[in-house]
């Protein structure tokens, strides 16, 4: 019974590392040594003795529960782990798999039973020094002995479990082999050792060595035949139980071979199956192949190698065919080996025979085949498993509340890496669900902390608080809100440059948290407006609706903006919806991912190309420029087309490959061959009727940098679209200039859709000005009388009429009048219960008893229902009938009594008069609707008389009016917006209209990639056939794909997948879906053909060595990156500054800044700014936007002005001469973060031209593998080092640099730490340090006292010594000669201009004294009006005031205390005026001011009319004013109602009963007896149609029969209408099939109903043919545009060219067309056609030499060359000094300027230019000079060295 045990790991930690293979064991400690079936123990290899397998769990003796794993190298020695028992029941690879997982996760040392140490591994590539790649797997027994079984290594960067169970599976593959009865064992369960070895003698003597040498001289049927027979025995050589010999392998595989070479039958197919799983075929004959695969192998092979290579391959193909699949793996590792071999026989140039090589080369295509076809096996098989639960297409691309929960769990699949997609269908929903997804995850997630109230870091969306709804308004775009939020938080926002509220993208409004949510989009960006905290929203239809069903003005909401950009992933997905899977355009490629690339379409039909606009020279003939684009030997060479080879290749691929794959690592020149391909491309499209041609890139700058490229040879039909183009070039081909070039191209279509969108606006403010009403106040009985039942209007209308005025508000208790409309019941206090104390309650009390005795009036008789309670009786339909008529004669006679009211006196009246208060009453309204439920439709009709309904039941039958009126509005409002929108529509489609009219006749279009995606619309109904795709590997595949068409013909992509990827919000999504995947990189994944552009024009070698091999393979220099100049300042162009300074993290992000690294680089930079290169020329890279900030923040704008600061990710396509590199990363944890991801690592190290320097924690960076081995050249060539070495360029001395202060102090100007001391011009000294930027002093200021006395005074001058003397500025003292005063003023200054401060004192001619200044003496007294009147002293500058107060008596005879110079003035009299009146009363004004006109003092008196009256003075004889009543009589006799001071009424308005002209009796006014109109009697009269008129009396008959009736309506519809409706289809409510007058369905087309209005306007998309002959596609509702043909004119003029017109523009004779003709001076031009013939002028540099000196001429060409202007320098004869001259110049006649110094006989020195040297100098300028006057004619001194420089030759020393 076998004892359970488990594996122990054990580490010899003590002994070790061993430089031998490693060996993996599985081990026992005892056991027996195994045996042949002779008895005799076997040896291994290596000694030890082997065996075979009864049971993939027993080894030969050794207990299965027992077995170890121990890694060793060959002689025994490494690493002993645990031992873990497995299960025999369970696989050994699976239980390997478990045990090597333990393995891998203990990592802690202890000590085991066995007193060995234990310890985890360091690294799953290799165990205590063992070779991983070397690795073994053996099984044996504690000593060494059992079965060793094949040497498999096992890559390094793959998990060790994962080897070792690939490893296992393997063995048990052979153990199941050795368990086949057909096959033969050295030992078998039941069999003794001498039955054995009896089998194995017979076997022997039928096959062996010797019998398979004599099969090969047969033929190939009788080898079949023979090994059939010997199945059994050929199993056990196949799959011996030892080592197999070189000679064994070889003669089976020239055996099995020659028997391949016929026929196979069934029997020998089955011994192929038995040839494939043999360890012979899987493991000796690849491995003995690949030994002698070496080059010293062959040159020792005889001949036999090429037999055993060719039947090899034979024996391959033919078990690849009986087991196409099953034997794939098998057969690419021996098809492996056999083209090392054929490879190494081509180097040693050993002839192969051509049957060998077709014979690789057809097995390696069916191999490629297969392995292609299993693996889309598996992925139709993995994708079939997961089918989508919906379907895509109806997915809403804006996300929903459900899609913001956290517990959503969305479906996705992965992005295929490597294979083919099932379907397009699949492919469609995949990169759909995928692109929504990192959409909305990104939203949810910002939810999910908001909700949780987790810290909100940089990569979480914006949340904006207290946001309200304020008004909406009508655009251009249709229905937008403005929203006003909270800014208190946002004041540190930078709204100008901030990506906050960007147009398009998308927010979100909830009020409960986000449990329900609506979603809009940023329809408008106003950074003034965003300061104030207002943006404008365009909501989606279904916020509208839900915004509908709230209360706007009390509703705030939390918002926040999705961090996704909503508009760069919604027109991807809608694009992605529309797509259909049966026109998808190619499908072959991207789905297929079909290798066989086919030429584009258009070159089936011609397949010449004309390279002139490449080989430069238009003029050659079409036979030397037109060239066959599949046959490359009619190409032109490299050389005429400058480029190179890998260049050449790509030109050809582009050129004939429908789909095209170029990769330009960095500087090889992406742009520059896809300049060359759009080149000859867009003359081939002109040529060929295929343009636009589209231009696609992923940056802003990277278009305009290829479209300023297509700009040189395409100077007109080129469009660029999106508005954040950076280059002055291009703007005048932006479209929105574009647009404005478009004159009348606004048509009535679209004026009338911008009228229509003006009135909308108009009525939608009245519907929401009204419902923002609806509680607020009480609306007139004009607004709701179509809401109200006609007899309740009756009764209201005569109300109305009998005061005169509308009593609606007074009805409801809110009226000035209300007490006239009191319930009969007495007041109920409507007041109180609307709880609003305003003091109408006490009023009303106390007026109680004045009005009830008017109450009994209003009673309702007994027999009447009681319709005073607040329950209102519910009538059956009889009693209604029935009562009518009761009620219509109770109305009537309460009408009547209501006269009496009129008797109540008027003062009465004007007590009971409410105050209007609009807010209260709004208050009451609100609170009153609120508590006032509306009455039901049946309960409307049983109220009769509404003037005896309580104040309650009035508030409910209004209010069931306001609702039904509400109902009405929001109705109105519904189908309003429906008309905004549409008519929004049709003003985009006239929009668009406009740009698809422009992009028709455009060239080349270009966009970026979310342009594309924008305007994904104009591009599908423009359908370029040839697009180019720059910076491809960068853009998600998603939006390539949705910027193709059906129409496409041609694709190009350029890019670089090992630069930047695309960069998808979610990183998740990047990682296990792959959604990080470009359609370029997944392309070159799936063996798309493509090429490499392998020669790179940009970075010095040293630089490049950065990149390569560690990230490319191979790259090669351009000649020109050898010859850049170094870098100024430093003695090396390339290093990296390592430190370990530690990092620091940024608040509430996730980046990451580095103090010490920004302080570096920022002063870095300085120093090389220093040294002379232009801000332009340095670029500071850094890899975290935290570290971008610090940087920034410590660059002064003024000096770092100009020099480039950007992450790594912004940088991509961009170069410059020098690269600063900040790498951030600096902890203790070892996290380099996103630093080991090589795309990024690709980027930064690739930027620089001519310098490049990076600063950062090497230690740190070394754990990366890609790193290690960048860092490790870096130290080969000694550039890595924790300080910096500069170099003075002045003195040469060296200095090191280790952190950012020490730049100060070892070049604190540039050089290095000495002083300049250079002489300056002035004879002061430079007091700067060594310094390298103006070396001349041009521009260096001295700040040294100026030593220039002023000739005219003797001062010195005070100034510095750079600032110009100019005048004396030296105060002194001077006497004014006016007055003799002395004042100190500039000695300059002319004393007689001086004006003289000193103060004096004046007696005024008032009499007063007054200190005045002296220069005022000459001033006069002011004597204005306007000044006197002002108090404020000295305001009038002219004159001089006497401030002293005096007590004067005025003009006006008052006595009042005022400034002296007031005395005269009256105006300052401030004492009542004593003038009186003509009236004789005292007038009440100051005596300052104009006397009153109109006197104001009440008095009695007796107006003209004789009554008496209290009035104004002034009124007394105004008859007007009088308030009495009037006693006249008017013609009918009645007594006048108005007052005396009123015009007296013409119609009296006294109710009388009379017989009207129509023979009815009725109550009226008095004017009213004779009229017909106010007959309120029903109306006898019988309509046309039959029906009885429902009119009143008085009233004119209606037109319109509002009897029901069911009729056929003119649409053909049968409805209940109204008499009047049936012949008005706009009430049928059937479904709407109306064709419009093109004959086309409506745009409703059957969804919208038969009444609902039809567009005016004809979507459809129709073609026309224009008068012109060409067709057009247009909207039927444009046809007036199809004069307009965009299309490019096809007459020929007579010069012979084409038209360069569009067809809708009159031809000219003036040819525009390009070409290049040769002027008589040799040179080329490039003219229009029109200009040959013309005299031409050559502007290009003249070549021509000049004489006698044999300079080029520097001159224009058609210029004469005349004297020879060439800068040369020379030696003056005179002095020897070097002067540069022009080269006419003659050395007599120049004088020497070089600067030297004299000593002049006082030894004071002098600077002299050479030529003004002669016998005599000026005297010495020197101020303390003794000598100076002198010596003015002295002899010149020169120095000693000058004197010695002219003996000598020599020139004089300059200064």
């Known amino acids: 019974m076998m004892e359970e045990s488990h594996l122990q790991r054990s580490v010899d930690s003590g002994r070790g590392r061993s430089r031998g293979r490693g060996v993996i064991r599985v081990r026992e400690p005892r056991g027996p040594p195994p045996s042949r079936p002779d008895g005799t123990p076997e040896q291994d290899g290596n000694g030890s003795l082997t065996g075979g397998m009864q049971h993939p769990a027993d080894v030969h003796g050794i207990s299965s529960a027992d077995a170890q794993l121990r890694i060793t190298d060959g002689r025994g020695r490494g690493r002993h782990f645990r031992q873990w028992g497995y299960q025999p029941n369970r696989d050994l690879s699976r239980s390997f798999s478990q045990s090597v997982e333990h393995l891998e996760q203990d990592g802690t040392p202890e000590q085991d039973g066995n007193r060995s140490l234990t310890g ?159 360890t012979f075929f899987r493991r000796y004959l690849p491995t003995s192949l690949a030994k002698v695969g070496c080059l010293s192998s062959i040159e020792q092979m005889s001949g036999g190698l090429l037999e055993m290579l060719h039947s090899s391959l034979l024996l391959g193909h033919a078990v690849f065919t009986a087991l196409p699949q099953a034997s794939a793996t098998e057969v690419s590792l021996l098809l492996t080996s056999a083209e090392s071999v054929l490879r190494s026989l081509k180097a040693v140039g050993e002839p192969i025979p051509s049957e060998t090589i077709s014979l690789a080369r057809d097995l390696s295509e069916k191999l490629v085949t297969a392995l292609f076809q299993m693996r889309k096996g598996r992925q139709q098989n993995m994708y079939k498993s997961k089918l989508p639960p919906d379907n895509f297409r109806h997915l809403s691309v804006v996300p929903s509340t459900e899609d913001l929960q956290y517990n959503t769990k969305s479906f996705l699949r992965k992005n295929v890496e490597e294979g083919c997609y099932p379907d397009a269908e699949t492919y469609l929903d995949v990169q759909f669900r995928l692109l929504r997804e990192d959409l909305v995850q990104p939203l949810r997630e910002g939810i999910r902390e908001l909700q949780n109230n987790e810290r909100q870091r940089q990569q979480s969306m914006y949340v904006y608080k ?312 009480v609306f007139a009985f004009s607004t709701l009388q179509e809401f109200i039942l006609s007899h309740q209007q009756i009764q209201i209308i005569e109300m109305n009429r009998m005061f005169n005025t509308c009593c609606f508000s007074d009805w409801l208790g809110l009226g000035s009048n209300s007490l006239w409309f009191m319930p009969p019941h007495g007041i109920d206090s409507v007041l109180t219960w609307c709880e609003v104390d305003d003091g109408h309650d006490e009023f009303l009390q106390r007026s109680e008893g004045t009005f009830e005795a008017a109450i009994p009036l209003l009673e309702i008789p007994r027999s009447f229902p009681d319709l005073h309670n607040e329950t209102v009786q519910v009538l059956d339909e009889e009693e209604v009938l029935q009562n009518e008529e009761t009620a219509d004669h109770y109305f009537e006679d309460s009408i009547a009594k209501l006269q009496d009211f009129s008797e109540i006196p008027g003062t009465c009246y004007q007590q009971v008069k409410f105050e209007k208060n609009t807010r209260r009453v709004a208050e009451m309204v609100r609170v009153a609707l609120k508590k006032a439920n509306p009455l039901t439709l049946r309960e409307e009709y049983s109220v009769w008389n509404i003037w005896q309904m309580s104040y309650f039941d009035r508030w409910r039958l209004y209010s069931a009016w306001l609702t039904r009126f509400k109902d009405n509005l929001l109705q109105r409002r519904s189908m309003l917006e429906q008309r905004v929108e549409e008519t929004a529509a049709v003003i985009k489609t006239c929009n668009e209209e406009r740009d698809l009219f422009i992009l028709r006749g455009a060239k080349v279009i270009g966009m970026t990639t979310t342009g594309a995606a924008k305007h994904r619309n104009l591009l599908q109904q423009i359908k370029p056939r040839i697009i180019i795709v720059e910076e491809a590997a960068e853009i998600l595949e998603a939006h390539v794909f949705t910027a193709l068409n059906s129409e496409c013909q041609h694709l190009i992509l350029i890019g670089d997948h090992q630069q930047l990827r695309p960069n998808p919000m979610v990183y998740e999504l990047a990682k296990r879906y792959h959604l990080d995947l470009s359609l370029f990189e997944r392309m070159l994944k799936n063996n798309i053909p493509y090429v490499t552009l392998s020669t790179q024009h940009r970075m010095r070698p040293e630089i490049a060595t950065l990149i390569v091999p560690h990230i490319y393979k191979q790259l090669n220099n351009h000649p020109s990156v050898s010859k850049f100049e170094n870098i100024k300042g430093l003695t090396t162009n390339l290093f990296f500054v390592e430190h370990e300074e530690p990092e620091e993290g940024v608040e509430d992000t996730r980046s990451h800044n580095n103090p010490h690294e920004a302080r570096f680089v920022v002063e870095f930079c300085r120093y090389l700014l220093i040294q002379g290169y232009g801000p332009t020329q340095v670029t500071i890279l850094t890899t975290y936007t935290g570290q971008l900030l610090a940087l920034k923040k410590l660059m002064q704008r003024d000096f770092f002005k100009g020099v480039r600061v950007c992450v790594v990710d912004k940088y991509q396509g961009e170069e410059n001469d020098i690269v600063l590199l900040s790498l951030v990363r600096s902890n203790k944890e070892n996290c380099t973060g996103f630093l080991k991801i090589s795309n990024r690592i690709c980027v930064a190290l690739s930027r620089a031209k001519k310098g490049f320097y990076a600063i950062g924690n090497a230690k740190l960076l070394a754990s990366a593998p890609i790193w290690a081995g960048i860092l490790d050249g870096l130290r080969m060539q000694n550039c890595l080092k924790p300080s910096l070495p500069l170099q003075c360029q002045i003195h040469r001395s060296r200095a090191m640099i280790s952190k950012g202060s020490d730049f100060e102090q070892v070049a604190p100007d540039g050089g290095c730490s000495l002083p300049c001391d ?424 003249c070549m021509r030499l000049q004489k006698p000196c044999g300079h080029p001429c520097l001159k224009i060409c058609h210029d004469e060359c005349g004297d020879c202007t060439v800068e040369v320098t020379r030696i003056m004869p005179n002095c020897g000094h070097l002067q540069t001259m022009s080269c006419h110049q003659e050395l007599e006649l120049f004088d020497c300027k070089e600067e030297v110094v004299a000593t002049l006989p006082c030894n004071h020195q002098k600077i002299k230019l050479c030529h003004e040297m002669s016998d005599h100098l000026s005297p010495c300028d020197e101020i303390n000079c003794i000598v100076a006057t002198s010596v003015a004619s002295a002899p010149v001194i020169i120095n000693s060295e000058m004197q010695n420089g002219k003996e000598q030759g020599r020139s004089c020393e300059p200064l």
């Open 1318 to 1741: 250079t002489r300056l011009e002035c004879g002061h000294v430079c007091t700067l340090c060594c310094h390298p930027f103006d070396r001349n002093h041009k521009r260096y200021r001295c700040y040294k006292p100026c030593q220039i006395i002023h000739e005219s005074c003797g001062h010195a001058c005070p100034k510095v010594c750079y600032v110009d003397c100019d005048v004396c500025t030296v105060m002194v003292d001077k006497t004014i000669p006016n007055c003799g005063h002395v004042q100190t003023m500039q000695c300059y200054f002319d004393p007689n201009l001086f004006k003289c401060q000193e103060y004096v004192q004046r007696i005024l001619p008032c009499g007063h004294e007054k200190q005045l200044l002296c220069y005022q003496n000459t001033f006069p007294i002011c004597s204005s009006v306007k000044c006197l009147q002002v108090e404020t002293p000295y305001l009038c500058e002219k004159y001089v005031h006497c401030e002293i107060q005096v007590d004067a008596t005025l003009p006006c005879g008052h006595q009042q205390n005022v400034k002296c110079y007031q005395k005269n003035c009256r105006e300052v009299c401030k004492w009542p005026c004593e003038q009186r009146l003509p009236c004789g009363h005292t007038c009440d004004k100051k005596c300052e001011q104009t006397c009153v006109v109109d006197c104001a003092v009440m008095v009695d008196a007796t107006l003209p009319c004789g009554h008496q009256q209290n009035v104004k003075c002034y009124q007394k004889n105004c008859r007007e004013v009088c308030k009495w009543p009037c006693e006249h009589h008017l013609p009918c006799g009645h007594a006048c109602d108005k007052e005396c001071g009123q015009t007296c009424v013409v119609d009296c308005a006294v109710m009388v009963d009379a017989t009207l002209p129509c023979g009815h009796k009725q109550e009226v006014m008095c004017y009213q007896k004779n009229s017909t109109d106010i007959c309120e009697w029903p109306c006898e009269r019988q309509l046309v149609c039959g029906h009885k008129c429902d009119k009143k009396c008085g009233q004119k008959c209606t037109e319109q029969c509002q009897h029901p009736i069911n009729a056929t309506l003119p649409c053909g519809h049968k409805e209940n209408v109204l008499c009047f409706q049936q012949n008005n289809s706009e009430k049928c409510t059937s479904a709407c099939e109306k064709l419009l007058p093109c004959g086309h369905i409506c745009i409703c087309k059957g969804k919208g109903k038969c009444k609902d209005k039809c567009s005016p306007y004809c979507f459809e998309v129709v073609d026309f043919t224009l008068p012109c002959g060409h067709q057009m596609e247009l909207k039927c509702f444009m046809s007036q545009l199809k004069n307009n043909c965009p299309r490019p004119c096809s007459r020929i003029l007579s010069c012979g060219h084409q038209c360069t017109l569009r067809c809708r523009q009159p031809c000219t004779n003036l040819c525009r067309i390009q070409k290049e003709v040769m002027l008589t001076c040799g040179h080329q031009k490039e003219i229009k056609c029109f200009e040959e013939g013309l005299p031409l002028k050559c502007f290009r540099p």
């Open 120 to 278: 985890g591994m360091q690294h799953p590539a290799g165990v205590h020094g063992i070779s991983s790649a070397d690795a073994q797997l053996r099984i044996t027994d504690g000593r060494g002995r059992g079965r060793h079984f094949r040497q498999w290594g096992y890559q390094p960067n793959r998990d060790l479990s994962r080897s070792i169970s690939q490893s296992v599976e393997h063995l048990e593959q052979d153990a199941v082999d050795w368990r086949r009865p057909n096959a033969s064992r050295p030992y078998q369960r039941g069999r003794s050792h001498s039955q054995s070895r009896a089998t194995m003698k017979n076997q022997d003597q039928s096959l062996n060595l010797n019998y398979l040498k004599g099969l090969q001289k047969t033929n190939a049927s009788e080898v079949q035949k023979t090994l059939v027979k010997f199945i059994p025995q050929l199993g056990e050589l196949l799959t011996p139980g030892m080592d197999m010999d070189e000679e064994m392998v070889t003669i089976l595989c020239l055996s099995l071979g020659h028997a391949c070479t016929t026929k196979s039958s069934e029997e020998w197919k089955k011994v192929l199956i038995m040839i494939r799983s043999s």
């Open 466 to 777: 207290n946001v309200q709804i304020t008004y909406c308004d009508i655009t251009k775009v249709g229905r937008v809100h403005n929203v006003q939020f909270e800014t208190c938080s946002l004041r540190h926002v930078c709204w100008d440059s901030s990506k906050r509220l960007i147009f398009g993208n998308l927010v979100s409004l909830s009020q409960d948290e986000f449990k329900s949510a609506i979603f809009g989009i940023v329809a408008e960006r106003d950074t003034s407006k965003l300061k104030e905290g207002k943006v404008t929203i365009k909501f989606f239809p279904d916020a509208l609706q839900e915004l509908s069903r709230m209360h706007l003005t009390r509703a705030v909401f939390l918002m926040v903006e999705s961090p996704s950009f909503f508009e760069a992933y919604r027109y991807v997905l809608e694009g992605l919806q529309e797509t259909r899977s049966e026109s998808l355009p190619f499908k072959s490629y991207i789905v297929d991912c079909s290798t066989d690339i086919r030429p584009p379409l258009y070159l089936a039909q011609h397949q010449e190309l004309d390279f002139s606009p490449l080989l430069g020279n238009k003029s050659l003939p079409l036979s030397k420029t037109m060239v066959k684009a599949l046959d490359s030997a009619t190409w032109p060479s490299e050389e005429k087309l400058c480029l190179d080879s890998s260049q050449m290749k790509a030109l050809q691929a582009a050129l004939t490959q429908e789909i095209a794959l170029i990769q330009g690592p960095p500087g090889t020149g992406k742009t520059y061959v896809g300049l060359k391909i759009a080149k000859i491309l867009l003359e081939e499209s002109l040529n060929r009727n295929l343009i636009p041609m589209l231009i696609v890139c992923y940056t802003n700058h990277a278009l305009d940098q290829f479209l300023e490229g297509i700009l040189k040879f395409c100077k007109d039909g080129l469009v660029r679209i999106g508005s954040r183009s950076e280059s002055e070039d291009l703007k005048k081909c932006m479209l929105s200039v574009l647009r404005r070039s478009i004159t009348g191209y606004r048509n009535d279509v679209y004026n009338k859709a911008v009228n229509d969108l003006q009135h909308l606006d108009k009525g939608l403010d009245s519907i929401e000005r009204n419902l923002m009403n609806l509680n607020k106040k």
